[in-house]
């Protein structure tokens, strides 16, 4: 028999011998919000003329001041200051930028000025996204992301946005989840413009495929004589898939599509024209294929009682490891724009931070190029067709008196990010291994 080594103890070095999980130099700490969740009184767009009909969204609630960072964006520029982020992602909202075809609002386009002014004063580094699921009404009355001319508009939209505000943007998402935004609004008939219609969606589809090229194109051609060199990226929402059966080459097979379709289809015709890449990340799945009335369906499942967000999405950090191994072979920066949690129990939002960014690091280390984290989000606010029931929030907002209060996961998180480090202090305290 083979000699066996019985281990009776195991050794634990010291406290101060572990060594915290140092990110790169320069990594950008954020916060991400967009203008239509956040900002309050946007009233010309089209998600406002969809709040307005009974039974679309939950409690019925409107986004009628939202988080009322329109007029609240110093406080809410002061907070990521005070928690030492250097970087904020925020969008720009194209209805009141052009409220009416081919008018632009002086105005609008000052206080977004202030914005990014306020921002970078701060030492904190602007992305900004150009389009966030919510257009004007007059672009929605074209036909929008489905109409004609949609390419046009947002290259327009482009140029102007970066005549006016250019030089104060570091980063350019063209626009937020393409292909969330066309599920719910063109085949679910969730979100505007309400469409459940394959024609449609792909015409939307290919439609924003088109337009991020030209606006890419656009920022690039302007940005030749300027100091600031151009960044553009999409903000794409990733799934870590798994089938949940092992050995069946049908769910195989149906993985691979799904992957293909969801993950990869919009950088594949999109190709050349990004500088990053942005991922959204929130979801984990794990399908199986069941028998349905004609064909076999393939379901989400949620029997196991994992731990869940308070909308149901499950916890899963692994999965943001998985999908940024599956970037590594398009050789691009990668920037997290999205990643966060709805819960009203906020030490779950700590214990999500620290292993999601834990995960980030083992990204990291195993190569993959890995340049900043946005959190989802600096405030609570207005969740689409879930209401303000949803808090996804590093801080509490008050919606009657709108008072803010940053939450202790922000002093984590904002920790993390002053020591560029995750601590051998954090990672024990919340019961991670620390080697
Ligand atoms: O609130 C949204 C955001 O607008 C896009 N990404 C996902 C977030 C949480 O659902």
């Not at 393409?178 to 505007?192: A, S, T």
């Not at 394959?198 to 656009?218: I, M, P, Q, T």
Request: glycine share 8%; proline share 3%; net charge neutral.
């Amino acid at each position: 028999m083979p000699e066996q080594t019985v281990i009776t103890k195991v050794e634990l070095a010291p406290a101060h011998e572990h060594k915290p999980l140092r990110f790169p130099p320069g990594f950008l700490w954020g916060a991400a919000t967009a203008a239509h969740q956040v900002e309050g009184g946007n009233t010309r767009n089209d998600w406002w003329l969809w709040e307005q009909k009974s039974g679309r969204i939950a409690g019925e609630a409107t986004s009628e001041r939202a988080s009322d960072s329109w007029n609240r964006f110093e406080e809410d520029f002061g907070l990521l200051a005070a928690h030492h982020l250097n970087a904020h992602r925020l969008s720009l909202e194209w209805s009141r930028i052009e409220p009416r075809e081919g008018e632009w609002d002086e105005a609008a386009i000052g206080r977004y000025r202030q914005m990014l002014t306020s921002l970078r004063a701060k030492g904190i580094s602007p992305m900004v996204t150009l389009f966030h699921f919510s257009i004007p009404q007059w672009f929605a009355v074209r036909g929008g992301w489905a109409g004609r001319n949609a390419a046009g508009y947002f290259d327009r939209f482009t140029r102007k946005v970066y005549a006016e505000l250019g030089e104060l943007i570091d980063f350019w998402c063209t626009q937020n989840e393409p292909m969330v935004y066309v599920v719910q609004g063109y085949l679910l008939g969730l979100w505007p413009p309400g469409k459940r219609s394959y024609r449609e969606a792909w015409l939307a589809f290919k439609n924003l495929v088109g337009a991020h090229r030209r606006a890419s194109d656009a920022i690039h051609e302007l940005a030749r004589t300027a100091e600031r060199p151009a960044r553009v990226g999409v903000a794409n929402n990733l799934i870590s898939l798994y089938s949940y059966r092992k050995h069946s080459l049908l769910d195989d097979l149906y993985i691979i599509v799904s992957d293909k379709v969801w993950n990869h289809e919009f950088y594949r015709e999109t190709a050349g024209s990004h500088d990053f890449l942005g991922v959204n990340y929130y979801f984990h799945q794990r399908l199986s294929r069941e028998r349905g009335r004609f064909f076999d369906v393939f379901v989400d499942i949620r029997a196991e009682n994992r731990e869940m967000s308070d909308i149901g999405w499950e916890i899963y950090p692994a999965g943001i490891f998985d999908v940024m191994l599956e970037l590594k072979e398009l050789h691009l920066p990668i920037y997290v724009t999205e990643n966060g949690v709805a819960t009203l129990n906020d030490d779950r939002r700590v214990r999500f931070i620290v292993s999601y960014l834990k995960e980030l690091y083992h990204a990291i280390q195993s190569g993959i190029d890995i340049r900043g984290y946005f959190h989802w989000s600096l405030l609570d606010n207005f969740e689409w067709e879930k209401g303000y029931a949803a808090r996804f929030g590093l801080t509490e907002v008050d919606f009657k008196t709108f008072r803010r209060t940053p939450r202790k996961s922000f002093e984590v998180y904002g920790e993390i990010a002053r020591q560029n480090a995750i601590s051998h202090d954090i990672l024990r305290y919340l019961g991670h291994a620390v080697e």
